[in-house]
């Protein structure tokens, strides 16, 4: 036996008598970690909780967006989002309970009841048998008002773990009439994804059965202007809609729509009281961006996202002593990175400014092309590009390769084929299921600033959370998107 040996077994014995004695555990594969203890948070509670969701936003998401404001003004470096400005950080692990890279629904359970569950379910157990209770539920049994905001339909998975229980996110309809029947006080963002269904051999209508719960259904600028603390329990929906009944994407909008930040102020006027409040506020098309690799449009979500929390800031610096602001991701989406092999070392995020629409605007302006009996020419699909993002144009820097006009070629070919065909693996890697033309119009774009993805899906990487308030110590370190929720039970006083 060698004295490295002799040494071990000495600290190993004399562990196991401190352990006896103390009751201390100094076991490597459980480490102890003030963090994680949420039961023994003592602190004063928070009166009002701003809990912000950006779906599919990773850590890159986020520093692009910052990348981009510094090289709009000419920089090297990044001009710091409002979340990157909050006192506290750290990083959460995001695996659901039967898959380690998570779905939007296990993750959106984890994060409102503090349990994992599995792929699909909403707040429910993974055997889909057991109801669990979610934060907003027990917020709103303490007395204090609850709002639910999102960028998408109100239906979606994040949103809906916060108010219904079904079995799968598909389950729209039912997830609908949890919504409904939740008595929660705010409701904004995307619509429903289906207005009517039948239940019992009758067709029952989502809007007549809110308005009978006593919600005020709205879905114009003018409605939603005059909304006040009179207003009652409201379903506040975006006047101009995209697809899935979703808000447009921030790239898109225009003075008609209502934006997040306008959503977040609004809830703020109407639930604030003496009981306070809980919001929960979703930047879901982030995710919906970077399913597509579309990082221009992915960059103006996040910015819009911010901006909401900007608008928590503000509350908060009039409510310091009351107020806690957590912002956290379910998930990053696209394993999005800040650099590109055809790139090396370069990068100009500013030139995504050239990029006018959405990957989903432009896919509308090349399916009614395909209404039209003429086939239009490459040269006309070549001029359309440039219009929208700037590719071909020398003045930019964005003239296009002999390579990247040949991509383009071939998504022409694919998207204009007089045969329907079916996805095959290398049509897949290369469009990801979405239009070949928009798609290769982004990716070449994404690549010539310095932007690659790995894949259309989701990732699993850690994610950052963010907070500052009251309890805003306990969200340090690295640790479960099942603790996030812990954290804030403990700080608003409910709990598990």
């Not at 990348?67 to 659901?96: D, E, F, H």
């Amino acid at each position: 036996m060698n004295l490295i040996n002799i040494k071990n077994i000495k600290i190993s014995f004399i562990s196991i008598v401190i352990v006896a004695i103390t009751g201390i555990n100094f076991s490597c594969s459980q480490p102890i970690s003030e963090e994680n203890n949420n039961e023994q948070y003592s602190g004063k509670h928070a009166k009002y909780v701003f809990y912000f969701i950006g779906d599919g936003m990773g850590l890159t998401q986020i520093n692009s967006a910052e990348n981009y404001q510094a090289a709009l003004k000419g920089k090297i470096g990044v001009k710091r989002l409002s979340i990157s400005k909050l006192s506290t950080q750290g990083y959460i692990t995001t695996y659901a309970q039967d898959r380690y890279i998570t779905g939007s629904a296990a993750a959106a359970t984890s994060l409102a009841t503090g349990y994992k569950t599995t792929i699909a379910t909403i707040s429910m157990d993974g055997k889909r048998q057991k109801k669990l209770k979610t934060m907003a539920e027990m917020a709103k049994d303490k007395g204090m008002k609850v709002g639910i905001i999102s960028t998408v339909d109100i239906d979606h998975a994040t949103p809906a773990c916060f108010y219904a229980h079904q079995p799968t996110r598909n389950m729209f309809f039912d997830i609908s009439l949890d919504l409904v029947n939740s008595n929660f006080d705010f409701f904004a963002g995307g619509n429903f994804r289906y207005l009517t269904g039948e239940r019992n051999n009758k067709t029952i209508n989502l809007i007549d059965l809110a308005e009978q719960k006593g919600y005020k259904y709205i879905n114009t600028k003018q409605e939603f202007n005059k909304l006040s603390k009179k207003s009652g329990k409201v379903i506040a929906i975006g006047p101009v809609l995209a697809e899935g009944n979703a808000l447009r994407y921030s790239i898109d909008q225009t003075a008609e729509d209502i934006n997040l930040a306008d959503f977040t102020s609004k809830a703020i006027e109407l639930l604030d009281n003496k009981n306070g409040f809980f919001m929960m506020i979703e930047g879901g098309k982030i995710d919906w961006a970077c399913h597509a690799n579309d990082a221009a449009t992915t960059i103006h979500e996040v910015i819009d996202f911010d901006n909401a929390v900007k608008v928590a800031l503000k509350f908060y610096n009039k409510h310091p002593k009351q107020t806690l602001i957590v912002v956290v991701s379910d998930h990053e989406t696209g394993g999005m990175t800040l650099g590109f092999a055809g790139m090396g070392y370069e990068s100009s995020l500013q030139k995504l400014k050239y990029q006018k629409v959405s990957f989903e605007e432009f896919t509308k302006t090349i399916n009614n092309l395909k209404k039209n009996k003429t086939k239009p020419t490459f040269d006309e699909i070549l001029k359309l590009i440039k219009d929208n993002f700037g590719l071909g144009d020398k003045e930019k820097g964005l003239e296009l390769t002999k390579l990247e006009k040949k991509q383009i070629h071939n998504a022409y070919l694919e998207s204009f084929s007089k045969s329907k065909k079916q996805m095959t693996e290398e049509t897949y890697l290369l469009y990801g299921g979405y239009e070949p033309i928009s798609l290769a119009a982004t990716r070449i774009l994404d690549h010539k600033v310095g932007i690659a993805w790995t894949t259309y899906a989701h990732t699993g990487t850690p994610v950052p959370v963010h907070a500052q308030g009251v309890g805003e110590q306990i969200f340090k370190g690295y640790y479960d998107n099942t603790d996030v929720a812990k954290k804030i039970m403990a700080v608003m006083g409910v709990g598990l």
